[in-house]
C-alpha cells in the first residue's frame, strides 16, 4: 500500500489519511510529491486521475480524496475500527467527517495550515471565528458524551480524529483560544505519536511558499527553496 502526500509543512488533505494510517498502526509506503513547483502536475499525474494530492495505491486499485480513502481503508481493515461501531455514532461521524471536507471555508482560507509557524492573531475575522466557535461546539460536545469511553472524539480513536486534526494544527499555529474542553482534546491530538512525527518531519522540509509566509525572507532560512506554481 501507498499513500501519495504532498509537504508535510502545508497539506492538510494529506495529513488526514496519513495520520490515520500510521496511528491505526496499518504499513504503508509514503511518496512524497512537493507541491506548488513547476513538476508537481507531472508527477501527481503518475498517481492521481484528480491531479491532486493525497491518493492512496494499493495493489491494481487507486483512490484519491481523503474522505473516499478513509473510507476504503475503514473497509479495506475493518478490525481497526475507524468508524464508531454503533450505528448512530457513525452517522454522527460520518456527518462531522462531511461537514469538515466541504465546510470551514472562511478558517481554511484564512488560516491555511503551516506546521512549523507561530503567527498569533494572524487571519482572524468575525467569519472565522463563526468556525471556530462550530468546530469547538463539535469538539466540546461529543467529549462530553463519550469522555467516559476514552480520550478521542468518539472515545477511541476514528476517521474523526484524523479528519480534524489539521484543524487541530491550525488552532496552535494561529494561537487560537478555544474552551476548556476542545482546548484539551486538541492538545490531546497534538502530543500524539504520529502527530509528532509529522510534524518534525514538517520541519525537516525546506520548501516554503511564498503567498502564504511573506514575512520569511532569505536571511531567516538560508536553505530555504521558494516554492511557486
Not at 509537504?7 to 504503508?28: D, E, Q, V
Not at 461546539?137 to 467516559?148: G, H
Not at 483560544?177 to 518534525?200: G, R, T
Request: net charge negative; hydrophobic share 45%; aromatic share 12%.
Amino acid at each position: 500500500m501507498k499513500l501519495v502526500i504532498g509537504n508535510k509543512n502545508y497539506s492538510s488533505w494529506s495529513l488526514r489519511p496519513w495520520l490515520l494510517l500510521r496511528h491505526a498502526g496499518i504499513a504503508f509506503e509514503e511518496i512524497a510529491v512537493r507541491l506548488f513547483t513547476k513538476e508537481f502536475a507531472a508527477e501527481i499525474a503518475r498517481y492521481s486521475p484528480a491531479g491532486k494530492v493525497p491518493a492512496l495505491i494499493d495493489g491494481d486499485v487507486t483512490v484519491w480524496d481523503s474522505l473516499s480513502i478513509s473510507e476504503y481503508v475503514a473497509e479495506r481493515f475493518p478490525e481497526k475500527a475507524l468508524w464508531p461501531k454503533d450505528a448512530a455514532a457513525r452517522a454522527l461521524a460520518r456527518s462531522i467527517c462531511a461537514e469538515m471536507h466541504s465546510g470551514f471555508g472562511n478558517l481554511r482560507s484564512q488560516m491555511p495550515m503551516n506546521v512549523t509557524a507561530m503567527l498569533p492573531g494572524l487571519g482572524w475575522n468575525v467569519a472565522v471565528q463563526r468556525d471556530i466557535d462550530r468546530i469547538a461546539s463539535i469538539w466540546t460536545d461529543l467529549r462530553t458524551r463519550y469522555a467516559s469511553e476514552g480520550p478521542f472524539l468518539f472515545g477511541s480513536f476514528t476517521i474523526a480524529d484524523a479528519f480534524y486534526a489539521p484543524i487541530v494544527s491550525r488552532f496552535a499555529t494561529y494561537g487560537v483560544h478555544l474552551p476548556e474542553s476542545a482546548k484539551a482534546y486538541a492538545d490531546f491530538v497534538l502530543a500524539l505519536p504520529a502527530m509528532q512525527e509529522w510534524a518534525a518531519a514538517a520541519r525537516e522540509e525546506r520548501d516554503f511558499v511564498p503567498a502564504d509566509e511573506p514575512y520569511r525572507t532569505e536571511p531567516d532560512r538560508p536553505d530555504a527553496i521558494i516554492v511557486s506554481g
